[in-house]
């Protein structure tokens, strides 16, 4: 029976942690790991095949469609079974196989478990050479529970442009505030929401057409005199509520277009690459931290668990590390050595690219490597010897 075997030398930093980088066929490994892993995992990322007939550096990306089609619907099989109640997956992949990988996830998540899609620029300079300048790529985003998943998952932090909307010109001793309007749509209103109101200074103010008031005239007049309706400076205004900063909870709803000046491109990342490895061939097409800096904290809080199935050049696991996540990484080529772990060493070492400023993150942690037993291509003595692996890689 496949097991995994602890090597030491490729191991570093603290002896006891639980993070793992694992060497071998994601399938095997999955199937030793679920005992372990069944419903814990917070977040997985892959970055699989795109089999978009490239040949790359570290990979060759040409799989027969049925095949690539056939392997990563038992990937998804083997993966859903790991995720938590409120965990989620997320894939990325480009315009060759997105809409045969939605359906086919679809097949394995169910449609109605589909949360969105999102649009990443990972270029901004334009390919004059084809039809059309491609400058995106896609993240498919799925959920174990759609409903647990939307109660847990965390809202973006708030921008200095959503900050400055507080303001306090009437002086408020609570601080800080902005406005909302005091009327609402009308669809779903009850008779007391429609009333003449009267401000303070003896104004009357009627309400537009379609249009009912947010309180009752019970409830708006406790709230005009606890101050918390805003007629203007001058007492004449439409009623507006006032929004405490104090009282906010700060923090914006994710949205589905993601820009390279907000998460970073590839260029972004193999120059990250290149300041790591100036003498290493690096991944054409890595993912930047910041992407994945993105998904986790939207996904994840501090010790969840986070599984990268397509670990790569260890981009995953160096945010997780980062952001003070759990982590796995599962690889099946010999860059994991070359670059993933060697990557892990300097990140633990305090390495400063990256997201390492934004994090504050200064060093420290581990990970324990772990190596597939089964086929004799990843033994011990080959370990720097082994094909190109064929998987698209952050």
């Not at 990325?92 to 969105?116: C, P």
């Not at 918390?228 to 439409?238: L, P, Q, S, T």
């Not at 290493?280 to 990268?308: A, C, H, M, W, Y």
Request: with cysteine; net charge positive; charged share 25%.
């Amino acid at each position: 029976m496949a097991k995994l075997n602890h090597v030491t030398e490729h191991s570093y930093g603290d002896s006891n942690t639980e993070n793992m980088l694992i060497r071998g066929d994601n399938h095997l490994v999955l199937d030793i790991l679920k005992d372990k892993l069944l419903g814990k995992i917070k977040c997985i990322y892959i970055d699989p095949p795109y089999n978009n007939q490239e040949k790359y550096t570290h990979y060759h990306d040409d799989t027969n469609h049925d095949i690539w089609l056939q392997n990563i619907s038992k990937t998804l099989l083997k993966l859903k079974q790991l995720l938590s109640e409120d965990g989620s997956l997320w894939i990325s992949i480009d315009d060759n196989e997105v809409h045969y990988l939605k359906v086919a996830a679809d097949k394995v998540f169910g449609r109605k478990n589909f949360i969105t899609t999102v649009i990443w620029q990972q270029r901004t300079s334009r390919e004059n050479r084809k039809v059309f300048s491609n400058n995106h790529e896609y993240i498919l985003v799925y959920a174990r529970n759609p409903k647990a998943f939307k109660l847990s998952r965390n809202l973006l932090p708030a921008t200095p442009e959503i900050l400055a909307r507080y303001k306090n010109p009437d002086n408020d001793p609570r601080g800080p505030w902005q406005s909302v309007s005091a009327n609402v749509q009308a669809g779903h209103a009850v008779s007391n929401q429609f009333y003449e109101l009267i401000a303070p200074n003896g104004k009357i103010h009627r309400l537009p057409n379609g249009r009912c008031w947010a309180y009752n005239k019970q409830r708006m007049n406790q709230e005009i005199a606890k101050n918390n309706i805003w007629f203007g400076k001058d007492g004449n205004g439409v009623p507006r509520i006032k929004k405490f900063l104090s009282q906010a909870t700060l923090g914006v709803t994710p949205e589905t277009l993601w820009l390279c000046n907000e998460v970073g491109s590839n260029k972004m990342a193999k120059k990250h690459l290149l300041s790591l490895f100036p003498e290493e061939p690096v991944f054409d097409t890595p993912k930047p931290e910041q992407l994945i800096q993105r998904i986790l904290e939207i996904s994840t809080n501090e010790g969840d668990i986070v599984l990268d199935a397509f670990l790569g050049s260890g981009t995953t696991s160096a945010v997780a590390q980062k952001l003070n996540r759990q982590y796995i990484g599962i690889e099946v080529g010999k860059h994991i050595v070359d670059l993933a772990v060697s990557r892990m060493v300097k990140v633990i070492q305090g390495e400063p690219g990256g997201i390492s400023k934004e994090a504050n993150w200064t060093g420290g942690g581990g990970y324990k490597f772990y190596q597939l037993e089964a086929d004799l291509l990843y033994s011990k003595n080959a370990i720097s010897d082994s094909p190109l692996s064929l998987r698209e890689c952050n």
